[in-house]
């Protein structure tokens, strides 16, 4: 029988041995706790094997003291476990090392067992015809138990309480090392009183070791997950159905009791709720599906998706199946109000101008064979209307534009806002009405309380072809069909025609070649000279003027509008100020004693620095500061006055003479004379018409002169006609004269000839 338990115990140690080996190569942040506790189980578990097995009397004592030695690390080993498996960190110090004073002491007294006997003794007894040598246990054996005992009844403890205090999900988790415990400690107290011939209790540790790599490592514990699912299920928002293989419902959670208005525990009657709210058997037990459903639900729409899932277990065998109903009312909503924020106008809840020409451009893919008219529709001089009334009131305006175009438009039409105060339309152009149109623009008032304004409105139209391609360009033309008629009070629709796109043509052709015209020097300027009261020339105006290959010379008021727009002009005053300098370095070399005026535009103080790009001309060409004057118009002053005139101070400062241009063509002249600081006052030809015959005219520009000579200014009237406005104004004391009756502009060339 002794042979048998020793091979019992072989396969237990072998089996112990191969649960620490793989507890090693484990993941499990518990694995290396299990492999301690294995090893430690380990250690008794041979000696007491080392006891049963037929042998001399030294084998047997060995046996015992490896025995009691490792029962005593088994027990810490349990309760290390233990600590670990129960997430409790051992924290109190004192405790700790007077569980390891503890075990030193009965380690320390088993071994001086060998001398003293005060522990233990044996006696000889005959089992299964060979020896056995029989425990006879001593006071220190009591003490060794007390210790053993404590440290595993402390760690029984620990559990006991863990189980208790969990909750109930987590109790399986407990119980099961709770159990292994307990069976291990009556089968340890069985032996030891049962006074046996042969102690297996050892077994019952290794057992309970086993119990330990498995539960701790690969169980998992289905109650519990059962129990959490379960859990889950009933905390989801989604409502949840399941259903066993006759359609038949098993389980609901408390959104789909919610959801179908059902008692907690009458599930069977959830299928004809679902058909009556959903209006098709949602239910049936089939393929994996899922689709989307809309509905109306006590007048209020309602989205739901509707998510059906068949089950099978591990033999692909089908047990039943299970269905999912999301609302997403809340989200849609949310969806649908982002998107409605992201398309359309926050204040006048019309489409955006992105949106509306992506729609638009739908439409013409669509039916591109139907005409349209893309229209563009602006408020002139809104901005009056937010300086006399505020903003608020602007605000009204444009809201109330919106309701009047919402109100008009038909089924078929796409309208939105596109810019500040302007709309866009799109519509077929058999909707549209010319005569309706035009007395709805000429009437439109918008009033709130004692504020009234007429608004003057004006359309541009653009009628779309097949060939169109971008939505932008139809709104451009449309734009500028508008534009043609701004300012006119008494038109207010203007289609987009042959003349519009001819100018369109003209200004791609002007933009395209105009540098090539720089470097080619098609644009060059033309001098008309500037003559003193004794008809002595003693300057000139540098004028630009294109002299085109095919178009021959282009007008300035062709040109110089379309590259003012699109700031085009900075490059061609450029050239012509260094065309100027190479004319004066000319002169200078030649002796000859004039100046050149050069016209600077409100564009090139935003594309470059204009009084050191000056600088560096006269320094590049050798020449007199003095002799390039430099002429500007009041409109340079319109935005950010305080710079230009620190720009105007720079240029005076560095030996420039500034010209003030076009001086009384403006309505703000006098206001400019006492902050603009000008040298030369250059007054407009307005003031010279009809002074032949008109008395005022004469005194105007009699008055005109002497303020400017009061104010240390040289005036210089332009547009001189004939030889009786210049002997008038010799007369009233003018001192430099320009135009028509001394010479038209006229190329370089031409001047040198006949004024030098």
């Known amino acids: 029988m002794r042979t048998v338990y020793a091979c019992i115990f072989t396969v237990f140690i072998a089996a112990l041995i191969v649960c620490a080996v793989k507890s090693r190569r484990s993941l499990n942040p518990i694995a290396d706790s299990v492999r301690r506790l294995i090893i430690g189980v380990l250690i008794p ?16 004592d060995i046996g015992r003291y490896v025995y009691f030695i490792g029962m005593v690390i088994c027990v810490y080993r349990v309760l290390r476990f233990t600590m670990d498996y129960c997430n409790i960190e051992w924290k109190n110090k004192l405790l700790k090392y007077t569980v390891w004073g503890f075990i030193a002491v009965d380690g320390i007294q088993l071994l001086l067992n060998i001398f003293t006997h005060h522990t233990f003794s044996v006696e000889k007894t005959m089992v299964d015809g060979y020896a056995y040598y029989l425990l006879v246990p001593h006071w220190g054996q009591s003490l060794h138990r007390v210790i053993v005992y404590g440290i595993f009844f402390a760690s029984l403890g620990i559990i006991i309480v863990k189980l208790i205090k969990s909750p109930r999900i987590y109790k399986e988790r407990y119980s099961t090392m709770t159990a292994a415990m307990v069976i291990s400690c009556l089968v340890e107290s069985y032996y030891i009183f049962s006074r046996k011939p042969i102690d297996l209790s ?33 905390e989801m928002n989604e409502s949840l159905f399941f259903y066993d293989l006759e359609g038949k419902c098993i389980w609901a959670n408390e959104p789909a009791v919610r959801l179908t208005g059902v008692e907690q525990s009458r599930y069977e009657e959830t299928t004809s709720k679902l058909l009556r ?7 049936a037990v089939d393929d994996d599906s899922t689709h989307k459903k809309d509905i109306t639900v006590e007048e209020e729409e309602r989205y739901y998706t509707l998510e059906r899932r068949v089950l099978y277990d591990d033999k692909d065998r089908l047990t039943g199946s299970f269905l999912r109903i999301r609302d997403d009312t809340d989200e849609q909503k949310r969806i649908r109000r982002e998107f409605y924020n992201a398309t359309h106008d926050r204040l006048t809840g019309l489409y955006t101008s992105e949106y509306l020409n992506e729609l638009i451009w739908n439409r013409i893919n669509d039916d591109n064979r139907r005409s349209y008219y893309v229209i563009y529709m602006n408020i002139s001089e809104f901005k009056i209307v937010n300086d006399v009334y505020g903003m608020e009131y ?9 309701e009047r175009i919402k109100k008009d438009a038909g089924r078929s039409w796409l309208y939105g806002r596109i810019g500040g105060d302007s709309f866009g339309i799109m519509m077929p152009s058999e909707d549209f009405d010319r005569d309706i149109a035009d007395k709805a623009l000429s009437e439109l008032v918008v009033g709130e309380g004692s504020k009234a304004h007429k608004i003057v409105m004006h359309m541009g139209i653009y009628e779309t072809t097949r060939f169109d391609s971008d939505v932008a360009v139809m709104f451009d033309r449309a734009h500028l069909a508008l534009n043609s008629i701004k300012g006119d009070y008494n038109v207010h629709i203007a ?19 105009l540098q090539e015209a720089i470097e080619q020097r098609h644009i060059m300027p033309y001098l008309q000279p500037i003559v003193d009261p004794n008809r002595n020339v003693v300057g000139a105006e540098a004028l630009t003027r294109w002299t085109h290959p095919t178009e021959g010379i282009l007008s300035p008021a062709v040109f110089i509008p379309v590259l003012e727009r699109n700031g085009l002009i900075a490059d061609v005053d ?24 050069i016209n600077i535009s409100p564009k090139d103080f935003y594309f470059m620095d204009v ?25 340079v002053m319109i935005n ?3 710079m230009r005139i620190k720009d105007i101070e720079r240029l005076r400062d560095a030996g420039f003479i500034v010209e003030m241009d076009d001086f009384g063509s403006g309505f703000s002249s006098l206001n400019l004379l006492q902050d603009m600081p000008v040298d030369v006052l250059k007054i407009d030809m307005v003031f010279l018409r009809n002074t032949d015959d008109n008395p005022k005219a004469g005194k105007i520009i009699y008055n005109i002169i002497a303020m400017a000579k009061d104010l240390d200014l040289v005036p210089l009237t332009e547009g001189v006609e004939s030889e009786y406005q210049y002997q008038q104004l010799v007369r009233m004391g003018c001192k430099l004269f320009q135009g028509n009756h001394f010479s038209k502009p006229v190329t370089i060339e031409e001047f040198e000839e006949e004024f030098i």
């Open 277 to 283: 709210i959903f209006g098709e058997d949602v239910t």
């Open 45 to 60: 578990v041979v000696g007491n094997y080392l006891l049963i097995v037929p042998g001399p009397k030294l084998v047997s």
């Open 640 to 642: 950010n006055s305080d």
């Open 495 to 513: 289609f987009y025609d042959e003349k519009i796109r001819n100018g369109i043509l003209k200004e791609n052709m002007i933009t395209s070649q």
């Open 202 to 234: 050892m077994l019952a540790f290794a057992i309970y070791a086993f119990m330990v790599y498995y539960f701790a490592l690969y169980y998992r514990p289905m109650r519990l997950l059962d129990r959490m699912l379960a859990g889950i299920a009933s």
């Open 574 to 597: 450029n050239h012509i100020w260094r065309c100027a300098c190479e004319v004066l370095k000319r002169w200078q070399d030649q002796g000859i004693d004039m100046f050149i005026s």
């Open 394 to 402: 602007g605000d009204l305006v444009l809201k109330n534009i919106a």
């Open 611 to 635: 009084p050191f790009e000056l600088e560096r001309l006269v320094e590049e060409y050798g020449i007199k500061a003095e002799k390039l004057r430099v002429e500007l118009t009041e409109t």
